[in-house]
């Protein structure tokens, strides 16, 4: 499985951004597809996951601001990131994972730079 990222960039504070993942390869064995970000100097930590069923979960500091989505028919998975704010700043990875729930598939990152 392949992942490409894409739609980092810098924004104000109280902005959007939208990234992209486009999943290629052996996408029959993907149960999942989600966010990661890791912000300067902290370990890379879980935003928005999204299972083949549907099931969507966030990390708590995103609820009610970001949305991850997904096209099925075009095996890309989305993030749509509102009113952004300092804190959201860092490299954003996109990961896959199968029946076993490992996240062992990662996309590059995709910086996310929020000015205030």
């Known amino acids: 499985v392949q992942l490409q990222a894409s739609g980092g960039g810098l924004v104000q504070a109280g902005g959007s951004l939208r990234l992209s993942c486009a999943a290629s390869g052996n996408i029959f064995r993907v149960e999942a597809m989600g966010w990661y970000r890791q912000a300067p100097g902290k370990q890379r930590d879980v935003v928005a996951t999204?299972?083949?069923?549907?099931?969507?979960n966030y990390v708590e500091s995103v609820k009610g601001r970001f949305i991850i989505s997904r096209d099925a028919a075009n095996n890309t998975v989305y993030l749509q990131m509102n009113s952004l704010n300092s804190e959201d700043t860092g490299v954003y990875y996109c990961a896959a994972t199968t029946t076993d729930w490992e996240w062992r598939y990662w996309g590059q990152g995709t910086l996310v730079t929020v000015s205030s």
């Open positions: 999204i299972t083949r069923g549907g099931i969507i």
